[in-house]
C-alpha cells in the first residue's frame, strides 16, 4: 500500500519538476515499504532505498537551483528555497542516523517524510511556479516576489500549514526520544533546533511581507511616498549608467478638496481608489511606476520614456479618468472629476539628483493649474543641468521610446 498518494494538486506545472516531484513519491513509498516490512526486506535493502531517496532528492534539489538561476527568479526567494533544501538534507541524515535509538522509527521517519514532501511540493515549488509564471508574463523578478508574498491564501497555504504542524509534532516527538539515548546527543540537539530553524524561514518570509506592506499605501493598494523615493533614486541611477531619459507624471486630482466637502470624506476615499486603478490600467509595462504622492497626488516613474512618450501616457491618464464619470458639483472646470498633470523627461548626468526630475514635473503641474486645470503640461526633455521649459507641447513624429 502507498503512504503517498500522488493527486493532481501536486502538480506545479512544470513539466520537469513534476517528473521529479513524481519520482520523489515513488522512492519515498518504497522506502515506506521497506521499512514498515524490514524483516522481509532486510537491513540492505532498507539502506539501498534509503540511499536512492537521499541521491535523488539532491539531484532534483540541483535541478531546482538551475531552473531558479535560468529563468531569473528573485534572489529572496531563491536564498530561502535553497536554506531549506540544505536544512531537508541536514535534517534527514540526522534522523536516519538516529532511527535506531527511536521507539517508532518507521513511524516517525515517514511521519516527518510525509510532512516534508506536502511542505515542499504544495509550499514553496509552488510559490516558484507561480513566480516563474509571472516572469514569463513580463514581470520582473521584484515584482513577482512581492505579488508572491501578498496573494491570499488558498488551500494550498491551509496545507502547508497543517504540513508545518505535523512536522513539529515529529520533531517533538523526535527529540523526547533522543533525550534518553546519550550517545546520540547530537542528533537529539539537531532535531529539537529544526523546529527554530523552519520559525526562522518563516519570520523570514513574515519581515519580507511586512516590508512589502510598509511600501504600500494602505487606502489605495499601490506604492506610497517612501517606496517612491526609492524606486525614483534607483531608476536615476541606472539612467545616469545606461544614458536613457526618465519620466516623470505628478498627477492632482482638481478641486478634490471640494469634492470631499461637497460628497463627503468617504466619497473622497472611493474616488481616489477609482481614480488609482484607472491610472493603473494605463501602466503597460512592469517597470512602469504608480504611487501615491499625498494626499489626492499621484506621481508616475515612466523609466526610458522620452518626453513625447510621457505626454502620451499623460494624455491617457487623463481620458481614463475623465472616462469614469464620477460626478462633481463643485468643480468649475467639468461636471466630472479630472486630472491636472505636469510632465516632465530627464537625461540625467553624476551631477543631478532626482529632486531635479521632482522640481521639473511639480513646476508643470503648477503650470497646468494656472492655465485652468483638466489638461496636460510638459517640461521639455533636456540634459539635467539645464532649466526645464515649461508649458510647451513636443514637436510632431516624436515616438514614445
Known amino acids: 500500500m502507498q503512504?503517498?498518494?500522488?493527486?493532481?494538486?501536486?502538480?506545479?506545472?512544470?513539466?520537469?519538476v513534476d517528473e521529479q516531484h513524481h519520482a520523489l513519491v515513488d522512492l519515498f513509498n518504497r522506502l515506506s515499504s521497506s521499512l514498515t516490512e524490514r524483516e522481509g526486506a532486510g537491513e540492505a535493502a532498507v539502506q539501498l532505498a534509503y540511499a536512492q531517496?537521499?541521491?535523488y532528492t539532491k539531484y532534483h534539489f540541483s535541478a531546482e537551483e538551475d531552473l531558479m538561476q535560468r529563468t531569473g527568479v528573485d534572489q529572496r526567494h531563491t536564498t530561502l528555497h535553497l536554506r531549506l533544501h540544505d536544512e531537508f538534507v541536514e535534517q534527514v541524515r540526522a534522523m536516519w542516523s538516529a532511527r535506531s535509538a527511536l521507539s517508532n522509527p518507521a513511524e516517525v521517519f515517514l511521519s516527518f517524510l510525509t510532512s516534508w514532501l506536502c511542505l515542499h511540493v504544495l509550499g514553496v515549488d509552488q510559490s516558484l511556479a507561480r513566480q516563474i509564471e509571472l516572469i514569463k508574463s513580463g514581470k520582473t523578478p521584484e515584482l513577482a516576489f512581492e505579488l508572491e508574498l501578498l496573494r491570499p491564501r488558498d488551500k494550498s497555504a491551509e496545507a502547508m500549514i497543517k504540513a508545518l504542524?505535523?512536522?513539529?509534532?515529529?520533531?517533538?516527538?523526535l527529540s523526547l526520544d533522543l533525550i534518553s539515548a546519550?550517545?546520540?546527543?547530537?542528533?537529539?540537539?539537531?532535531?529539537?533546533?529544526a523546529e527554530l530553524q523552519q520559525a526562522n524561514a518563516a519570520l523570514i518570509l513574515a519581515n519580507q511581507k511586512l516590508e512589502v506592506y510598509s511600501?504600500?499605501?494602505?487606502?489605495?493598494?499601490?506604492?506610497?511616498?517612501?517606496?517612491?523615493?526609492s524606486r525614483l533614486k534607483a531608476e536615476w541611477n541606472r539612467a545616469i549608467r545606461e544614458q536613457h531619459p526618465v519620466g516623470l507624471l505628478m498627477i492632482d486630482v482638481d478641486f478634490f478638496k471640494l469634492y470631499?466637502?461637497?460628497?463627503?470624506?468617504?466619497?473622497?476615499?472611493?474616488?481616489?481608489?477609482s481614480i488609482a486603478n484607472a491610472v493603473s490600467g494605463k501602466m503597460v509595462r512592469a517597470l512602469d511606476l504608480l504611487a501615491r504622492y499625498?494626499?489626492?497626488?499621484?506621481?508616475?516613474?515612466?523609466?526610458n520614456t522620452s518626453s513625447q512618450g510621457a505626454y502620451k501616457v499623460a494624455l491617457s491618464i487623463c481620458q481614463a479618468v475623465s472616462d469614469l464619470h464620477i460626478p462633481h458639483a463643485a468643480s468649475t472646470v467639468a461636471d466630472h472629476i479630472t486630472v491636472s498633470v505636469g510632465v516632465a523627461s530627464l537625461l540625467p548626468d553624476r551631477q543631478s539628483t532626482p529632486d531635479l526630475a521632482v522640481t521639473a514635473a511639480d513646476q508643470a503641474l503648477?503650470?497646468?493649474?494656472?492655465?485652468?486645470?483638466?489638461?496636460?503640461?510638459?517640461?521639455?526633455?533636456?540634459?539635467?543641468?539645464?532649466?526645464?521649459?515649461?508649458?510647451?507641447?513636443?514637436a510632431a513624429g516624436m515616438t514614445r521610446r
Open 294 to 303: 499625498g494626499g489626492e497626488e499621484f506621481v508616475v516613474v515612466l523609466p
Open 165 to 173: 504542524r505535523n512536522t513539529y509534532q515529529v520533531v517533538s516527538r
Open 53 to 55: 531517496l537521499i541521491d
Open 366 to 394: 503648477y503650470s497646468a493649474k494656472q492655465q485652468g486645470r483638466n489638461r496636460v503640461c510638459l517640461a521639455f526633455e533636456l540634459e539635467a543641468s539645464q532649466v526645464p521649459i515649461l508649458g510647451q507641447k513636443p
Open 215 to 229: 511600501q504600500t499605501d494602505g487606502l489605495l493598494g499601490i506604492a506610497n511616498r517612501k517606496y517612491f523615493d
Open 260 to 273: 470631499n466637502d461637497y460628497y463627503g470624506h468617504p466619497a473622497g476615499d472611493a474616488c481616489l481608489q
Open 182 to 193: 546519550n550517545h546520540f546527543l547530537e542528533e537529539r540537539v539537531a532535531a529539537r533546533t
Open 3 to 16: 503512504t503517498f498518494v500522488w493527486g493532481e494538486e501536486f502538480y506545479t506545472g512544470i513539466g520537469t
